[in-house]
Structure formats: structure tokens, C-alpha cells
């Protein structure tokens, strides 16, 4: 950790104060420095008061995604959030984690952005990222999975998704195939899964993630007014981003863990009791091919099950889908 991730860090863990003297000692560095990282702190707009007897107090955070201040939330994880970067504009952050991945850098790193000028869904489509309005940001992975296993990453971060969003809202969120998440039928937030891979080994994933999370209803396309929303929409306050992206690589950092001890069964268990795909009509767009019929379940390597109005039973691993009413 930096100085100011363990600054951020004691303050959090003291909330009525700590004194410099004992900042000083845990950091390993003179009173003065800690000051002169304090003032540091307060220029990015942390709000932390100084009292004769407290010592510092943390009163207030901003609402931008600092990387010290997201590692001091975070605390200590198996992998995911090893690494954390933010960056104020990328491209597709994306696109910033397949270069390190392609530099060997180890799995877990993250790499958050404020804005996101290219930002990509699935199927080729355009995801709006506004600055600082939501969370856009991705997660390098080297599990050991063969590809056609690589489908049980994308219900690993959904299930960890929608229970982190739960946990720091108090929204219930549903899922839907194979890695929406929807509130009320509207989708606050989704993952872009890009692989790479030899034909029987994933050199790596990248876990792009983005939730709506403070955007009002005027600052999306006319278009998605009717399909997407936000958190903010949804629970009528403002969500703590730092708070909620914490949360999320915190549960993500849980559920892969439960999938290298093989443990994945239990995972797409929770995946299928908030999935609202499972037990409806669905059509299942996969480039020209069409796909009807009832979604049945999901199969072992997290590909869904559709039984076709000829009652044939088609394994989809990747597609548009649609629930019928
Ligand atoms: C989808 O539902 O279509 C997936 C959306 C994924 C968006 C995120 S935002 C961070 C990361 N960078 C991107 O360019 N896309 C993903």
C-alpha cells in the first residue's frame, strides 16, 4: 500500500480520529510528512479535519475513484484488486487491461476509468460512459479453463455483480442470461468478456464491467430510456461509487475463488435462483441463426438450455436474447 492508502485506511478504521503522532509511527515516517500527505489528500478534495486532541478525522470523501483510496477500502483480496489503476479518460478500459495482459502483468489487476470515450458492449454495441457518473472498468484473469468453459467467468461475475449491487443499495437486481443485470425489468449494468485463447488452454479474460450508477434518465440515449436505467433512478439517492466498486471486486474476489476450488455448482446455484431468464419464453438471436422456445436451466459450463418448440434441447453459449412476456 502508499502512504495515502494506509493514511485513508487508519482514518477509516478510527473514525473519531487519529492523532499525527500515531499516523506517524504505524507509517513508518515523520509527523511532517504525514502532514505534507494530508494536505495532499485535502487537494483532491478529502475533507479531513484536524483536531488538538482527535488528531485527524475523515469527515468526507469525494466522489471520484482515487486508486490509494480504493486499495485502503478494498484491504486485502486473493486476486482481484491486486493491482488498481484509474485513469480521469481512457478509450475502453478494456483495451487498457488487454496491454497488460499481453505484458504478462499477473491476473487480478483493475483498471478503472472516469470516462470512457470508446466504450464497447456486447455484440459490438456502444456503452455510453459518462464521467463520473458510473463504474466502467475491467478485471485481468488467467484461470485454468478450457474456452468452452470460459462461459462459467461471465456467470461467476454476474452472480458477484448482483450481489454486490444488493448489498451496497438495498435494490434487489435480477439477472438475465447470461449476464445482465436488471432492476425492474430495466438493465442497470453489464459485462463485456473478451478472451484470449489457444484451443485447449485461456491464455486470459478480461472482465469488462459497467454500472449505471448516478446517471439521471436524461443523460442516456433517447433509445435506452425504455431498457436501461440507473441505480440512482432505481433507489431514489445518490450510491457512493468508491463504496459499490469496492463491494464488487470484493465479491468478485469471493466467487472466483469459489470456481478455482471447483466450487462453481454452488455459484450458478445463487446465478439461478435471480435469474429471470430460466422458466420463460425466450428467442435467441446468434448472428443469422434464430433460436425460440422455453429456457429450461443452465448446463455445467454456464451455457443455457433452451427447449426448442420442435422440443429439442439447444445449448447457447453466446447470443441475444429476448424474454418473451
Ligand atoms: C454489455 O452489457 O453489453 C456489456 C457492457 C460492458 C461495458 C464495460 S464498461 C468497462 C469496460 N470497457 C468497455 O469498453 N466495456 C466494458
Known amino acids: ?154 456467470i461467476v461475475s454476474a452472480t458477484a455483480l448482483r450481489r454486490a449491487i444488493q448489498a451496497v443499495t438495498g435494490l434487489k437486481p435480477d439477472i438475465k442470461w447470461p449476464n445482465d443485470i436488471l432492476i425492474g425489468g430495466k438493465k442497470v449494468a453489464g459485462i463485456l468478456t473478451e478472451l484470449s485463447a489457444e484451443v485447449d488452454r485461456i491464455r486470459h479474460i478480461l472482465l469488462g464491467i459497467g454500472v449505471d450508477v448516478n446517471l439521471d434518465a436524461a443523460e442516456l440515449p433517447a433509445e435506452l430510456r425504455q431498457t436501461a436505467t440507473s441505480l440512482k433512478q432505481e433507489g431514489g439517492q445518490m450510491v457512493c461509487r468508491a463504496e459499490l466498486a469496492v463491494a464488487i471486486l470484493r465479491a468478485l474476489d469471493e466467487d472466483y475463488a469459489r470456481l478455482n476450488a471447483g466450487r462453481f455448482p454452488a455459484v450458478a446455484d445463487e446465478w439461478e435462483a435471480h435469474c429471470v431468464t430460466i422458466g420463460k419464453n425466450v428467442t435467441v438471436l446468434m448472428g443469422d441463426r434464430t433460436v425460440r422456445g422455453r429456457a429450461e436451466s443452465l448446463d455445467d459450463d454456464g451455457s443455457l438450455l433452451v427447449r426448442t418448440e420442435h422440443g429439442r434441447l439447444e445449448r447457447i453459449i453466446g447470443g441475444d436474447v429476448t424474454l418473451e412476456k
Open 1 to 154: 500500500m502508499t502512504p495515502d492508502a494506509k493514511i485513508l485506511s487508519a482514518l477509516r478504521a478510527h473514525p473519531a480520529g487519529v492523532p499525527g503522532a500515531q499516523l506517524a509511527e504505524v507509517l513508518g515516517i515523520s509527523r511532517a510528512a504525514i502532514w505534507s500527505r494530508i494536505e495532499e489528500l485535502r487537494r483532491l478534495d478529502y475533507d479531513i479535519q484536524a483536531g488538538p486532541h482527535s488528531g485527524y478525522r475523515l469527515v468526507r470523501s469525494p466522489d471520484v475513484l482515487h486508486a490509494d483510496d480504493l486499495v485502503a477500502r478494498l484491504g486485502r483480496t486473493r486476486v482481484v484488486g491486486r493491482d488498481i489503476q484509474v485513469f480521469e479518460q481512457t478509450a475502453s478500459t478494456n483495451d487498457v487491461v488487454e496491454k497488460l495482459a499481453r505484458d504478462g502483468v499477473r491476473e487480478g489487476a483493475v483498471v478503472f476509468a472516469e470516462s470512457q470515450s470508446k466504450g464497447r458492449g456486447r455484440l459490438g454495441r456502444r456503452w455510453i460512459s459518462p464521467a463520473r457518473k458510473g463504474l466502467w472498468f475491467s478485471v485481468l484473469l488467467r484461470p485454468q479453463l478450457r474456452p468452452p468453459e470460459a462461459t462459467q467467468l461471465t
